[in-house]
């Protein structure tokens, strides 16, 4: 069920022929969320799930699941996944230190 409601809100995404399957971001979004959740501290869980997305995922990944968020509301996405993705967007464009 919870790919359906991914694979139907990315039906109105465009997409480019450069890009990544989005369907397949948010999934690995959500698997990355469910581990990194287990915290129990949720701000270091949060800061966590940030730092793996900078880390492990190319730029233009970040950039997709960050416009997925805010086109489609993060339909599919655990509120794990969106609470992290926007801090993501957030952090991705604060001023530099």
């Known amino acids: 069920m919870r ?3 991914i694979r139907d809100a990315c039906s109105t995404t465009p997409r480019h022929d450069d890009s ?11 698997d990355i969320a469910h581990y990194f959740d ?16 900078q880390r492990f995922w190319e730029p233009r990944m970040r950039e997709q699941i960050v416009l997925y968020l805010q086109e489609n509301d993060g339909a599919g996405l655990s509120s794990f996944a969106r609470e992290s ?7 991705s464009h604060a001023p530099p230190r």
């Open 38 to 53: 287990a915290e129990p501290d949720h701000a270091a869980a949060i800061d966590s799930m940030v730092l793996h997305l």
């Open 20 to 30: 990544m399957n989005v369907t397949r971001l948010a999934e690995m979004a959500n």
């Open 3 to 5: 790919s359906t409601r």
């Open 85 to 91: 993705i926007a801090e993501l967007a957030r952090r």
